[in-house]
């Protein structure tokens, strides 16, 4: 800027040692400004991937919850069509102790219907099960997705930054030592000072990259957990509806052969 103090004769080593110091003091305020910059965007990518992660965490938990209820819930089904179904040969047996062949074939029927509604059911609340252990695993992975577009948003934006100061910076400085009689020491200072702030925001911006993809990986561990616990959750749950199935078409095959052995 223009002075009285400028305006005033000066020595020269009195000019350099003024340049000098507005030198060091442009290196100060870059590094100032740059880790302002790197501390705003570390904060911000740090509570992005906590509250993603906590969340990721929280709704596969849910979802996993819900579906062994749900298991428990088409298994109790189940096991009740066996009862039903083993109420209905028992009445049919009471029935035809006189003529026991038409009911025999009767008893044989409800066996057959209650086989085939429990092994269908069976198969389509393993299949809800399935597509639902899915659509979690898709939403846990957008929320993923999300969350790194943001983080990734954050470190281009200060990279950005951080970048177009360093090269502001650096012009000014050079174009300091285009001004009438700034000796060659002054330039190479002006020179030595621009290098050092493009050095310190290349050192910055590294660290908002290293930062980035430690954000980024944490989230892919946290929804590779998240999904490994969905799909165990799936796969008990399948075979508690299995084994449901199972204990139900044996209780009405064993009630049936009492009832009318061959």
């Known amino acids: 800027m223009s002075s009285e103090y400028l305006n005033q004769n000066r020595s020269l080593d009195e000019l350099d040692a003024l340049i000098e110091q507005d030198r060091v003091a442009a290196e100060k305020l870059a590094a100032s400004v740059f880790a302002h910059e790197i501390s705003t965007a570390l904060n911000n990518i740090s509570e992005i991937n906590q509250v993603a992660g906590a969340r990721i965490l929280a709704n596969s938990q849910v979802a996993s919850a819900k579906m062994m209820m749900d298991a428990e819930v088409s298994a109790a089904h189940l096991l009740s069509k066996a009862e039903i ?68 948003a954050i470190a281009d934006d200060v990279r950005t930054k951080i970048t177009k100061s360093a090269k502001k910076a650096k012009s000014k400085l050079n174009n300091g030592k285009k001004q009438p009689r700034t000796p060659e020491n002054i330039a190479n200072d002006a020179e030595e000072a621009a290098e050092k702030i493009l050095a310190e925001a290349a050192h910055t911006t590294e660290k908002i990259h290293t930062a980035r993809d430690r954000a980024i990986a944490d989230l892919n561990a946290i929804v590779g957990e998240a999904s490994k616990t969905l799909a165990q959750a799936a796969a008990a749950s399948e075979t508690r509806i299995i084994a449901a199935r199972d204990k139900a078409q044996m209780r009405i095959s064993e009630v049936a052969e009492k009832l009318f052995p061959h």
């Open 85 to 152: 179904a083993v109420m209905e040969m028992q009445a049919r047996t009471k029935e035809g102790t006189s003529q026991p062949e038409p009911h025999a074939s009767m008893v044989s029927e409800i066996r057959r219907s209650a086989d085939e509604a429990i092994s269908q059911g069976a198969k389509q609340s393993v299949e809800d099960i399935q597509r639902e252990a899915q659509e979690s695993i898709a939403q846990l992975n957008k929320s993923a997705t999300t969350a790194i577009q943001e983080i990734k």
